[in-house]
Every structure is written in structure tokens, then in C-alpha cells.
């Protein structure tokens, strides 16, 4: 069954940083384009980042565009997100999530079809 464990989440003030990692110990990750998403408390979830198995494409929301980075290591089966200038809404809790199309990088939550657990994400003010 594939698994996807995310870490990295913790409480940060306002302007730090964090980076996230999500692990598929399971399966290869060089099948499947990959997602960031995030659900604050009472709010849909919603795409934060996204990246193809090559990584010759990623995107982002206009929330994060210039804060975040997303990339992969398909040797270590593994995806990160570099979160930088944290500002309170950013509070929510991150999901990683595998999308079959691998050529494809989307905020469509249709499009994915394994996710992690999530992991929390504070910033305080």
C-alpha cells in the first residue's frame, strides 16, 4: 500500500522558516507528479505547491509564490517544501499528496490519489 509520511512541521514566529519533507517509504516516488496542500481550521483544503516527477515543471500558489520551494529527490523517494517569511495564515496543516499523471502539476485535489497524514504548521505573530 503506498504510505506517504510527512515531517518537518512545528510553531515558528512570524518570518522564520521551515522546511517540510514528505517520504514515500513504499513506493518510487519517480512515478507520480507530487503536491503540497494545506487546511487552515474552518477552510477548504487548498494547493500550495506542485512539481512533476522531473521536475521540469512546479507551481504555486499566489499565497506562497516567492516564500516556497518545492523539490524532490527521486533517489530518496523524497519531496520538500522550503517555507520561508512565514506569516500567520500560513498556519495550517500541510499535506503531501501523489498524483499518478506525473507530467502533470495541478491544484486539483481530484487529480491525486494518495495522501499523508498531514503534519501541523504554527506561526505565531
Known amino acids: 500500500q503506498l504510505q506517504l509520511v510527512e515531517s518537518g512541521g512545528g510553531l515558528v514566529q512570524a518570518g522564520g522558516s521551515l522546511k517540510l519533507s514528505c517520504v514515500l517509504p513504499?513506493?518510487?516516488?519517480?512515478?507520480?507528479?507530487m503536491g503540497w496542500f494545506r487546511q487552515a481550521p474552518g477552510k477548504e483544503r487548498e494547493g500550495v505547491s506542485c512539481?512533476?516527477?522531473?521536475?521540469?515543471?512546479?507551481d504555486y500558489s499566489d499565497s506562497v509564490k516567492g516564500r516556497f520551494t518545492i523539490s524532490r529527490d527521486n533517489a530518496k523517494n523524497t519531496v520538500y517544501l522550503q517555507m520561508n517569511n512565514l506569516q500567520p495564515e500560513d498556519t495550517a496543516v500541510y499535506y503531501c499528496?501523489?498524483?499518478?499523471?506525473?507530467?502533470?502539476?495541478?491544484?486539483?485535489?481530484?487529480?491525486?490519489?494518495?495522501w499523508g497524514q498531514g503534519t501541523q504548521v504554527t506561526v505565531s505573530s
Open positions: 512539481i512533476t516527477s522531473s521536475s521540469d515543471k512546479t
Open positions: 499528496a501523489t498524483n499518478p499523471r506525473d507530467h502533470q502539476c495541478t491544484f486539483d485535489l481530484e487529480a491525486y490519489d494518495h
Open positions: 513504499t513506493f518510487t516516488l519517480d512515478y507520480y507528479g
